[in-house]
């Protein structure tokens, strides 16, 4: 009988599923469906698509005839409502009913929204597909003041794209440094130099209060907790992601602030796996539940959930997820890099070689578990490969902090 494996969301974790799903089943039924209206795009670049530097074709990954070449069926503009698991269907917005054998949860999370007056105004912005980067490109052109919200990894893309556009750019953060759970103010002031040089102001001990609108109900400005006002014709909001969990109610399938599966991306439920930014995962590097949101991370998963669904004896066919991921930005004259969780550290090292260069290293039970890296990216693979082996070395920081350090220089056997 032929096995139907059915996919929610063309992210890169669904696409990347499908994709492996075809190579190991030619044969198999294989569905994509998504509610965005095209197919696989690449979510990295849509931010430099919003800042005018390019154009959109090169951000699609694959049109519709890559889907149709692999007789893979793509639902686009179609929403999934519901999943029966003991049924194994899946219900769609327009009333649809698709059956399967095996089903992959790849649908990823929607940025949150501030909790606070006129959130909803419109010129406030989130930003997670190419329709957001679209309006957010538009708005931004005709803009001239903004204000951007969201102290982490998104929030700069908000600034960075504020800054291209040529707005007058305050970038509202609740601490006293960007990105303050990962980098100490020594790093991030680096990153606070660069934005100023863009023409994008940080201001600290801040965030917001509420929003003030015209008439019309367009944003005008925002209101920080100290009474400043800020004004804002644009706004960019990136204060995190609520995972699409709401499918799984009521399913057996267990959520936990994200959807739980092992190293396998299987959940706890039969017949039903999960990959991407939605899934709180088994690591075998920390030995412990994790979650990542990151291309790379996002990919490996869908991957591996793929070869878990078509497997006969899954532990012995298939090799586990691990990962270390790793997020660049390239807004600034100097490259940026995080890799691994640099939040989870519970001791870090850290050193300046120069105004713009910089270095933490992220420590767990005296192993590597992440770090930032500011400059010189030179070492991040040494780090990497560190921490994917488990290395305890953290008590030989003076040596992982030289400058051009060697792995030979630790005092550490590690496999070739
Ligand atoms: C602007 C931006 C910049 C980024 N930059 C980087 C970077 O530099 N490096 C990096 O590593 N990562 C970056 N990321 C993060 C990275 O893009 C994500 O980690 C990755 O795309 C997650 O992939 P995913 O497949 O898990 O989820 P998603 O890409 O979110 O895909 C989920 C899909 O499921 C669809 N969906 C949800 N619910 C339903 C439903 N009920 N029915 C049908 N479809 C549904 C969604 O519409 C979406 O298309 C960036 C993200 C953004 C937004």
Redesign the pocket.
């Given at each position: 009988m032929t096995e139907s494996y059915v996919i929610?969301?063309?992210?890169?974790?669904?696409?990347s599923a499908a994709e492996t799903i075809r190579e190991r089943e030619p044969d198999a039924d294989v569905t994509v469906?998504?509610?965005?209206g095209e197919p696989l795009y690449n979510?990295?670049l849509?931010?430099e698509f919003a800042k005018g530097k390019l154009p959109e074709a090169p951000i699609s990954i694959h049109d519709e005839d890559w889907y149709d070449d692999r007789d893979i069926d793509l639902a686009l503009n179609?929403?999934?409502?519901g999943i029966d698991t003991d049924a194994h269907e899946v219900y769609t917005h327009d009333d649809e009913t698709l059956a399967y054998d095996e089903l992959l949860v790849?649908?990823?999370?929607t940025p949150t929204q501030l909790p606070v007056e006129n959130s909803d105004a419109d010129g406030i912005h989130h930003?997670?597909?190419f329709e957001d980067?679209r309006r957010i490109k538009e708005h931004a052109e005709e803009a001239s003041t903004s204000v951007i919200v969201g102290a982490g990894?998104?929030g700069i893309?908000l600034a960075a794209i504020s800054a291209a556009q040529g707005l007058d750019a305050h970038y509202l953060m609740r601490g006293d440094a960007w990105w303050r759970y990962a980098m100490s103010k020594e790093g991030a002031d680096i990153i606070h130099d660069a934005l100023r040089e863009k023409g994008v102001e940080p201001v600290f001990d801040s965030g917001v209060d509420r929003f003030e609108t015209d008439d019309d109900g367009n944003v005008t400005a925002a209101v920080d907790p100290n009474g400043e006002r800020y004004d804002a014709e644009f706004v960019g909001v990136a204060i995190g992601l609520n995972f699409?969990l709401e499918?799984l109610q009521d399913t057996g399938v267990e959520t936990d602030n994200g959807i739980v599966v092992d190293e396998y991306m299987r959940t706890s439920v039969d017949d039903v796996y999960a990959?991407?930014?939605?899934t709180q995962f088994h690591d075998t590097i920390l030995s412990e539940r994790a979650q990542n949101?990151?291309?790379?991370?996002?990919k490996q998963q869908?991957s591996v959930a793929a070869k878990a669904m078509t497997a006969d004896d899954v532990e012995s066919e298939v090799d586990a997820f691990r990962w270390v991921?790793?997020?660049?930005?390239t807004h600034f004259d100097f490259p940026f890099l995080s890799f691994g969780f640099p939040t989870i550290g519970e001791d870090h090292a850290e050193r300046k070689y120069s105004e713009t260069e910089w270095r933490r290293i992220a420590f767990k039970d005296g192993k590597i578990v992440g770090g930032v890296l500011i400059g010189n990216l030179a070492p991040q693979s040494k780090y990497k490969q560190l921490m994917q082996q488990e290395a305890e070395v953290a008590d030989q920081r003076d040596v992982l902090l030289r400058e051009n350090f060697d792995l030979e220089d630790l005092d550490v056997e590690l496999e070739a």
């Open positions: 929610i969301g063309d992210g890169i974790a669904g696409s469906v998504t509610d965005e979510r990295i849509i931010k179609t929403l999934v409502t790849a649908t990823g999370g930003f997670w597909t980067a990894l998104l893309d699409n499918l990959a991407g930014d939605l949101g990151s291309w790379g991370s996002a869908g991921s790793s997020y660049s930005i």
